[in-house]
């Protein structure tokens, strides 16, 4: 249980990290010039708090775990790019569906950075547990 909860741990670090540079590198240039109306001047803290929990759970159960379990970087790859264009598709197509103000922009580059931003952490979350939190042999 703590070796898993160390690998979440690491997936955490590496998916925020990466998120913040995404997010603070674009919110100018993308998120305000094209959701500038409906956007707050922050953030709420307890909804992105939620959001990355339940999301580093699933990267971790759907991703992360099985390809710790097969010893297959490939896999974390492609199960990550694949989780994170499912959630992020899910997210900014409903939002596109729905609301009045949604960039069709917004739209396709955020489903392009859930999938790089998903597969990139599983990736490296993957190669840092291999090498320094390696599945226990029974």
């Not at 925020?16 to 590198?25: G, Q």
């Not at 197509?93 to 069709?104: F, H, I, M, Q």
């Amino acid at each position: 249980m703590a070796l898993w909860l160390l690998r979440l741990f690491i997936l955490t670090v590496v998916l925020l990290t990466l998120d913040a540079v995404w997010l603070i590198s674009m919110n100018e240039w993308l998120y305000r010039r094209e959701l500038g109306e409906i956007l707050l001047n922050g953030f709420r803290i307890v909804p992105a708090l939620l959001f990355y929990m339940i999301y580093v759970l699933g990267v971790g159960h759907f991703v992360l775990r099985p390809a710790l379990e097969a010893n297959n970087l490939a896999l974390a790859l492609r199960q990550g790019a694949f989780f994170g264009f499912v959630c992020y598709a899910t997210y900014d197509l409903t939002n596109y569906a729905t609301l009045k103000v949604w960039s069709p922009l917004v739209t396709s580059l955020d489903m392009a950075w859930g999938t790089i931003l998903t597969s990139t952490a599983a990736t490296v979350t993957f190669l840092i547990c291999r090498r320094f939190a390696p599945l226990k042999k029974v």
